[in-house]
């Protein structure tokens, strides 16, 4: 199944689109938002494999949504505007749906959907392990990040923290935990509600508290000291 979201700010569209999405098998709606930053706001706890997507929008319009987002899923454009089509396709949309379309344009597109993620399935399975660095949004600039030397991710309300190596200042982007979560290695591990920790770096357990260096001490929660607690018994050497 394509776990989908569907966005437009216009009630019947849709309504439309979320009738649309009932009548394909292989489609399965998550959600449906009228406005971006409703989608957003979804999105920052939730993940989706495709967005049909209206462009025209109030507050933040539907192309400038998608290229905000640190990690697209596959996109469908829908709208009345034929002059967006090419810059669509520069933000590398599956399809292009021009208002009004009807259900068999619907399924031309949601086929195109169904073809992409297949071939990124086959390529993921296919290809070499998966690169070691990380593209976040800072301060009007996108940084590229080499995940080995991420130290622990901090949470900060809407915000991250994400520490670095030989770096005084950590690196502030508006992410959620769970999004960074999905994007790093196993060797990453969730030890607090606040708190994601590279297991390379940990010099030290004491009691409840894992230390990274001699100024870090990172609390371990309730929730996730039994995962924890199960990870350093695979590394425990006794006698």
Known sequence: MIRCMAIDDEPLALQQIVAYISKVPF???????????????????????????????????GMDFVKSLTVPPLIVFTTAYSEYAVEGFRVNAVDYLLKPFGLQDFQRAAQRLQERMEGTRITEDNSMPQAETLFLKTDHKIVNVN???????????????????????????????????????????????????????????????????????????????DAFQSYLNTKFLSR
Request: charged share 25%; with cysteine.
């Open 147 to 225: 995940i080995p030397d991420i130290r622990y991710v901090e949470a900060m309300s809407e915000y991250l923290k994400v520490w670095i190596d030989s770096q005084p200042k950590p690196i502030i982007t508006l992410l959620s935990m769970k999004k960074i979560e999905e994007r790093l290695p196993s060797y990453f591990m969730r030890i607090h509600r606040s708190y994601i920790i590279n297991l390379k770096k940990i010099q030290e357990v004491n009691k409840n508290r894992v230390i990274i260096d001699a100024n870090t001490y990172l609390p371990i929660g309730d929730l996730y000291k």
């Open 27 to 61: 489609l399965e709606l998550a959600a449906q938002c009228q406005s971006a930053l409703e989608a957003r706001a979804f999105l920052e706890h939730d993940t989706v494999d495709a967005i049909f997507c209206d462009i025209n929008m109030p507050d933040l319009n």
